[in-house]
């Protein structure tokens, strides 16, 4: 098993739709949580940063996470075309792993006009 | 304020070849890490360093990879010997602290020919 896992679409949307990204994970001692954004042939780039269960919101941008379920998701409200990027969740934990960032595959997404 | 810079942004080696990758990290930054990422997969950890040590190389190839931060001058992957499974994107990342964000450079795309 993965230590995340996240379905790599492509998800394609309208422009303005409400996009929802998600991802699992298995290791219950991940405690960090973050949302990046990877244009095409760029680097990721850091749009999140989390580490309670709840809600963190950055204008059209909210992160959610439920560590009960093991559950990480991000929200993206009035999608606009720029957003079209490739998504990458990823966690790390407290422990002796401390420092290495767990990546999801990433999501493709497209937000047509 | 640059950011994390890495070069070269395209490099070119041929089988059997070296291929020698920097990064220079944000400033005020010590901490640096190294990813992988191949086509259709996320990123995957190689190996995180604080200057002049190797904190986590788990995530290395025990043969023809070395990392290293010296006091001076940039973070150095190199890869000994380069195969065609080489050609990937390698990212670097750097932090200000163990547990603080990461943020990543451009990446160098390697080609093995």
């Known amino acids: 098993q993965k230590e995340v896992e996240q379905d790599p679409g492509p998800l394609s949307v309208p422009e303005g739709a409400i996009v929802s990204l998600n991802c699992t994970y298995s290791n219950s001692a991940f405690q960090y949580f973050m949302w990046y954004r990877q244009y095409s042939r760029k680097g990721p780039e850091l749009l999140m940063y989390?580490?309670?269960?709840g809600n963190k919101e950055d204008g059209r941008f909210t992160a959610q996470v439920d560590k009960s379920s093991k559950y990480i998701s991000l929200f993206i409200r009035d999608s606009q075309p720029s957003d079209s990027a490739t998504y990458l969740c990823?966690?790390?934990?407290?422990?002796?792993?401390?420092?290495?960032?767990?990546f999801g595959r990433g999501t493709q997404l497209t937000v047509w006009p | 304020n640059a950011g994390v810079m890495q070069n070269p942004r395209h490099l070119v080696r041929r089988r059997g070849q070296e291929a020698r990758l920097r990064c220079s990290p944000m400033k005020g930054h010590s901490h640096v890490y190294w990813y992988r990422q191949l086509p259709e997969e996320g990123l995957k950890f190689m190996v995180y360093?604080?200057?002049?040590?190797?904190?986590?190389e788990s995530g290395m190839p025990k043969e023809r990879f070395s990392a290293e931060f010296p006091k001076e001058g940039p973070s150095i992957l190199r890869i000994q010997q380069v195969v065609r499974g080489d050609s990937a994107a390698y990212f670097c990342?750097?932090?200000?602290?163990?547990?603080?964000?990461?943020?990543f450079g451009p990446g160098t795309r390697l080609t093995v020919t």
């Open positions: 989390t580490y309670s269960s």
């Open positions: 990823a966690t790390r934990d407290r422990g002796s792993t401390l420092g290495r960032l767990y």
């Open positions: 990342a750097s932090s200000p602290g163990q547990e603080g964000e990461q943020y």
């Open positions: 360093l604080q200057k002049e040590n190797i904190i986590d």
